[in-house]
């Protein structure tokens, strides 16, 4: 804009446009753009926003943690770069691949599993010295989280540009022993139209970069091991581990419930670290939290409330904890499950669709899983809906037919419909306890005094 440009301070406006391609492109070579409906901005340095944002709440929100601050340690999911190599269904499939794989000519390779060309940081070449180097090994087969509620496996050295493109080591080599647990979250936010925040998740295992298709994946470990030696494929579930909490957080979190600490920042003994978890996870899972931090966990890291009400803090690690028990697969609660197969022969996936509380495998709508609620049914985490996801991703691909679920997978798929159906009621309880604590943001919020003194805004 002219005018912008030759002011000494120029203005930042926006305006949107909606409609077709073509009546885009046909109105702005028509229309005036000085005379367009301008919305004036005010970015300020964080993140440079150039888009409206109602920021009446943001002094509120940014009274809340940042996940950097209270983890010490944590990255971005592990990038495979190939999947349909390094991603199998179970260890034997894996066993079977990967020798394969390191026994076969570089071209050969490439094309058995269509691999395509070499890239700066995948090459088939480093990727078949790196299972050579490592024997290869069974011990090097590890499970990783690959989608939501899908757990898969793989074979991890831990080395860079090998078999794994990225394999974060600095903070994967924390979740090979299977006791560990990790929060998951998204840092680019929610994906545009796609309904609240729901970026968040949790696991026992290394984690894929797309755990939530867009958005990201950075994996938070509870617990780190002492031994920072020690290497990949040789940890055990009885190696020592110490909290990945920052002191600052720590420090915050006592000093907001009153709890002593030894300033060392060092858990008091009537707080333990997966309290911690729990409450964070409890947290992110209120509906009022997602709702009414919507504007900012479009960006970011979500922040996380401290309150300062140790019955509050209790009663939400409490369903926390039942979170996590249920999207780790570990309730007795899932054993209880709530459909029944629909039709009878075998269950394979042709072509996922739902109606009248059935999810059908197949074109006909003959066989499926009857008495999933349609909340069940739209359940999202990330930009995946869970129930259709887990069973397209095992339908038919690149001229295959769809495969035909085993008793155990029909199990698994059963369970994660009750993992769902108990979030949902999870979630509800999550929002009626901290109203029965003052609601947002009163069973939140002590520092009233410095909302007070700042002017709402209507603009980042």
């Not at 999207?327 to 609660?333: D, G, I, W």
């Not at 339908?395 to 029909?410: C, E, H, M, N, S």
């Amino acid at each position: 804009m002219r005018r912008a440009i030759e002011s000494p301070h120029p203005d930042v406006r926006h305006a949107n446009l909606f409609g077709i391609r073509s009546r885009k492109y046909e109105l702005l070579m028509k229309e005036n753009l000085l005379e367009m409906d301008w919305t004036g901005l005010s970015p300020d340095s964080k993140f440079y926003l150039f888009i409206s944002q109602d920021s009446a709440l943001l002094s509120e929100y940014e009274q809340g943690m940042k996940l950097p601050d209270a983890f010490t340690i944590y990255s971005v999911g592990i990038a495979t770069a190939r999947d349909s190599l390094t991603i199998h269904e179970s260890p034997e499939e894996v066993h079977q691949g990967i020798w394969d794989f390191a026994e076969l000519t570089t071209e050969k390779a490439r094309k058995k599993y269509e691999l395509g060309p070499d890239t700066r940081d995948w090459k088939v070449t480093l990727a078949q010295e790196d299972v050579s180097r490592s024997g290869p090994s069974k011990r090097y087969i590890a499970p990783i989280l690959y989608r939501p509620f899908d757990r898969r496996w793989t074979y991890y050295t831990g080395y860079s540009r090998g078999i794994i493109c990225m394999p974060r080591p600095e903070v994967m080599r924390h979740m090979l022993s299977g006791t560990n647990v990790a929060l998951c979250v998204g840092r680019a936010g929610q994906v545009i139209g796609q309904g609240e925040w729901n970026i968040v998740a949790c696991s026992r295992h290394m984690t894929d970069l797309n755990l939530f298709r867009r958005g990201g994946n950075v994996l938070f470990p509870l617990y780190l091991l002492e031994d920072e030696s020690s290497k990949q494929g040789a940890l055990t579930p009885d190696l020592a581990l110490r909290p990945n909490l920052g002191p600052r957080f720590i420090g915050s979190l006592c000093e907001r419930l009153g709890l002593k600490t030894d300033g060392a920042g060092r858990l008091p003994h009537t707080l333990s670290a997966e309290d911690i978890f729990h409450y964070a996870y409890a947290v992110f899972h209120s509906p009022g939290y997602r709702s009414r931090y919507a504007e900012f966990l479009k960006i970011d890291f979500p922040r996380l409330p401290l309150t300062s009400s140790l019955e509050l803090f209790h009663a939400l690690a409490k369903l926390g904890s039942e979170l996590v028990a249920l999207h780790l697969m570990e309730s007795p609660e899932l054993n209880n499950h709530i459909t029944t197969a629909a039709g009878s022969g075998e269950f394979q996936v042709e072509k996922v669709s739902y109606s009248d509380e059935t999810v059908w495998l197949d074109k006909a709508k003959t066989r499926g899983f009857r008495g999933v609620p349609e909340a069940v049914w739209n359940f999202h985490i990330g930009g995946y809906q869970v129930c259709e996801k887990w069973l397209k991703d095992r339908g038919p691909k690149r001229g295959k037919l769809g495969r035909v679920l085993t008793q155990d997978d029909i199990t698994h798929y059963n369970r994660i419909v009750v993992a769902l159906n108990e979030t949902i009621r999870l979630m509800k309880e999550i929002d009626r306890v901290i109203e029965e604590h003052g609601g947002w943001p009163d069973a939140f919020v002590t520092d009233k005094s410095d909302l007070a003194s700042r002017e709402p805004s209507s603009q980042a």
